[in-house]
């Protein structure tokens, strides 16, 4: 089993920055892809950013140009580094990793972006 940490959600103004981070227990899972996902009240879950061992990153259209993932692969965690939020980002952040996909989630953290 792979358990996840996550921290940094919160309330913040529109245009304000927050840093969300997830960390994985220590195990013999072969994790090679790590991302962070969101899900909005009355929508589906969607991708948010994801990256894999070899440091590729994709990101919504939505989080290009404003989101930045990263990872330290040694200690399992990947982070997403937010700037220039908006209301419509306000959603609950869940952080999930995988071997080729996405096997386990963390519980989620609010993200709640005021106008």
């Known amino acids: 089993q792979v358990q996840l940490v996550e921290t940094g959600g919160g309330l913040v103004q529109a245009g304000g920055s927050l840093r969300l981070s997830c960390a994985a227990s220590?195990?013999?899972?072969?994790?090679?892809?790590m991302g962070w996902y969101r899900q909005a009240p009355g929508k589906q879950r969607e991708l948010v950013a994801i990256?894999?061992?070899?440091?590729?990153?994709n990101y919504a259209d939505s989080a290009k140009g404003r989101f930045t993932i990263s990872r330290d692969i040694a200690e399992k965690t990947v982070l997403l580094q937010m700037n220039s939020l908006k209301p419509e980002d306000t959603a609950v952040y869940y952080c999930?990793?995988?071997?080729?996909?996405?096997?386990?989630w963390g519980q989620g953290t609010q993200v709640t972006v005021s106008s």
């Open positions: 999930g990793v995988g071997a080729w996909g996405i096997d386990y």
């Open positions: 990256i894999t061992s070899d440091n590729t990153a």
């Open positions: 220590r195990s013999r899972f072969r994790i090679n892809t």
